[in-house]
């Protein structure tokens, strides 16, 4: 079965530069989640997408934008990166209440 | 707000013995739904179980079995004859209701890092 696809997998940026993650979610699905997960933490909710519509917004910082195209693949931006931006970077899409997650994109900002 | 607590950190097994993980939940929603998630040491977030709040039944599936009581608001997962395999991170997750016909985020746990020992 076809599963959420991110890119890149990894990913090495200096300080204030920018990042563009990718996510192309589950054929049919209509939702798109982002999350950001640090070093020994949970996953902590960024923003999701409902029908390429922004549908709900969670702890994301103002450098950081999303959004959700036509084809219901999604990009995460992120601009001035910090050293504490270094985290894996979830996305998961669902079809209903269960989210299905892609491998995350590890961001190591030096 | 959901908050969801898992108190156990760590857990470490031998092979083949039981485990249980708990999870405790707050929500004001009277419709939401519970999760596990397993995270192994590659990183990827694996879906395991899912449970609507109007739904207490428990089940068996495989090894795995889980227990929801709203009484509580606890959901507690169990692995039976525990595996190597198993090690992982294990989260316990929340979402609520979404307006519309969309699907709230997931609020997690602190996860418990289970290790089993062969």
């Known amino acids: 079965a076809a599963g959420v696809i991110q890119s890149p997998r990894h990913l090495i940026k200096e300080k204030r530069e920018t990042a563009t993650l990718k996510c192309y979610p589950i054929p049919r699905h209509d939702t798109v989640y982002w999350y950001q997960q640090g070093p020994g933490q949970d996953p902590q909710f960024l923003i999701s997408f409902y029908e390429k519509m922004q549908s709900d917004k969670g702890s994301i910082p103002d450098r950081f934008s999303a959004q959700q195209f036509s084809d219901y693949h999604s990009e995460l931006n992120m601009s001035s990166l910090e050293l504490g931006d270094s985290a894996l970077y979830f996305c998961?899409?669902?079809?209903?209440?269960?989210?299905?997650f892609g491998p995350g994109t590890r961001l190591l900002v030096l | 707000a959901q908050k969801v607590t898992q108190a156990q950190t760590e857990i470490s097994v031998v092979e083949k013995e039981d485990v249980t993980l708990d999870c405790v939940y707050e929500?004001?929603?009277?419709?939401?739904?519970l999760f596990w998630y397993k995270q192994p040491p590659s990183g990827e977030l694996v879906f395991l179980i899912r449970r609507n709040s109007f739904d207490e039944q428990n089940e068996i599936s495989g090894r795995y079995s889980w227990n929801f009581q709203k009484s509580t608001s606890s959901f507690n997962f169990t692995i039976t004859a525990s595996q190597v395999v198993d090690s992982a991170v294990y989260f316990c997750?929340?979402?609520?209701?979404?307006?519309?016909?969309?699907?709230?985020?997931?609020?997690f746990g602190q996860g418990t890092i289970l290790t089993v020992h062969p």
């Open positions: 997750a929340l979402s609520e209701a979404g307006g519309g016909t969309s699907y709230g985020k997931l609020t």
């Open positions: 998961a899409s669902s079809l209903g209440s269960t989210q299905y």
């Open positions: 929500t004001r929603d009277t419709t939401y739904y």
